[in-house]
């Protein structure tokens, strides 16, 4: 791989990003986890000194799986969802399918460990064709809803990718930012999906990195193969299970709810300036289309906005560009700067 093109698959927003501007490069809600989970998280800091024990990750493995109807071994706790992407590669498969366009860090993480990618590109609306993938891929990767493009894919759609010998693989790290999460597919128990979920994005929690995987034990021990001793510290393990109950899944929930309402009110403003919007959407970002976006994303920094460039997603060119969900006075200060930046 050359390093140029490395460097893109690896770029994320936070990048874009720099202290005081108005971000719309970055998929996290708030600025911090809710007062009730710093709480929760603070009240373990006395514990530091123990490491984490076997106990501690069991309990928090059948919150997980009682959230997903599943069962506890059915659940793998990650730093992070990114982190089930890096251990793709213990699957060992002879050809992997990723569907673009979508986040980078799944075909990264095969390629650099010398796994054979066949990118599978989408159109716009970017709707999923499972008759588009090869049969003789043995893994396939796609996220559901995707990003960048926001677009929520039928679970029947996803589950037709299913083959024998194949494994699926649906990265849902931001289905909880769903109303319902009406396709999500990580409640069935299937031994050929493995889904990834981030609990990152929806409680801001991107410094600390909680996640985790559901899919068959045999998968998931294949995944966990070789990884170090107390791969999560005890602070993870208590926030993922801390995200994992009924109330504060309820208040997700509440949180998809004002997403939803947010991104309606957003499209609207937006429809006043010179872009396009890739409808129809369904995650907390939508994907845009401006004239001469490289130009648009310097002046836009230039008033002290971040957007995410959508270069770097395999698929799309350098007038795409990714912005967050936001409330309507920042999208409004956006819009009124596309405005004029876009002339």
């Known amino acids: 791989m050359h390093e140029s093109e490395r460097d893109l698959l690896r770029h994320h927003g936070d990048v874009e990003v720099d202290p005081g501007m108005l971000d719309f490069a970055v998929n996290v809600r708030g600025d911090g986890p809710p007062a009730w989970l710093r709480e929760r998280l603070a009240a373990r800091l006395g514990g530091l000194g123990r490491y984490p024990s076997a106990a501690e990750d069991l309990a928090t493995r059948r919150l997980v799986a009682a959230r997903h109807g599943r069962a506890a071994d059915e659940v793998l706790l990650l730093a992070g969802g990114a982190e089930g992407f890096a251990m793709l590669p213990r699957l060992q498969p002879r050809l992997a399918a990723v569907v673009h366009p979508s986040f980078t860090e799944p075909e990264l993480a095969l390629r650099e460990a010398g796994v054979p990618v066949l990118r599978v590109p989408l159109d716009p609306p970017y709707r999923l064709d499972p008759g588009r993938v090869r049969d003789d891929a043995d893994l396939v990767v796609l996220g559901n809803p995707t990003?960048?493009?926001?677009?929520?894919?039928?679970?029947?759609?996803?589950?037709?990718?299913?083959?024998?010998?194949?494994?699926?693989?649906?990265?849902?790290?931001?289905?909880?930012?769903?109303?319902?999460?009406?396709?999500?597919?990580?409640?069935?128990?299937?031994?050929?999906?493995?889904?990834?979920?981030?609990?990152?994005?929806?409680?801001?929690?991107?410094?600390?990195?909680?996640?985790?995987?559901?899919?068959?034990?045999?998968?998931?021990?294949?995944?966990?193969?070789?990884?170090?001793?107390?791969?999560?510290?005890?602070?993870?393990?208590?926030?993922?299970?801390?995200?994992?109950?009924?109330?504060?899944?309820?208040?997700?929930?509440?949180?998809?709810?004002?997403?939803?309402?947010?991104?309606?009110?957003?499209?609207?403003?937006?429809?006043?300036?010179?872009?396009?919007?890739?409808?129809?959407?369904?995650?907390?970002?939508?994907?845009?289309?401006?004239?001469?976006?490289?130009?648009?994303?310097?002046r836009l920094r230039e008033k002290g906005i971040a957007v995410r460039r959508g270069d770097t997603f395999p698929g799309l060119g350098p007038d795409h560009i990714r912005v967050a969900v936001r409330p309507a006075a920042e999208v409004t200060r956006l819009v009124g700067a596309l405005v004029q930046v876009c002339r």
């Open 147 to 298: 990003n960048p493009t926001s677009v929520l894919h039928p679970a029947e759609s996803v589950l037709a990718l299913r083959r024998p010998g194949r494994l699926v693989v649906v990265d849902e790290a931001f289905a909880d930012a769903t109303v319902g999460e009406p396709e999500s597919v990580a409640d069935r128990a299937l031994p050929d999906v493995l889904v990834l979920r981030s609990l990152t994005k929806t409680w801001a929690l991107a410094g600390l990195r909680c996640g985790y995987a559901l899919g068959s034990p045999d998968v998931l021990a294949r995944l966990a193969h070789g990884r170090a001793h107390w791969p999560l510290s005890s602070l993870q393990t208590e926030a993922i299970a801390a995200c994992s109950e009924p109330d504060a899944v309820a208040q997700a929930q509440l949180q998809a709810q004002r997403i939803a309402t947010e991104r309606a009110a957003m499209v609207e403003q937006l429809r006043a300036a010179p872009v396009q919007i890739a409808l129809p959407a369904a995650g907390p970002f939508l994907l845009l289309r401006v004239p001469d976006g490289e130009l648009v994303r310097k």
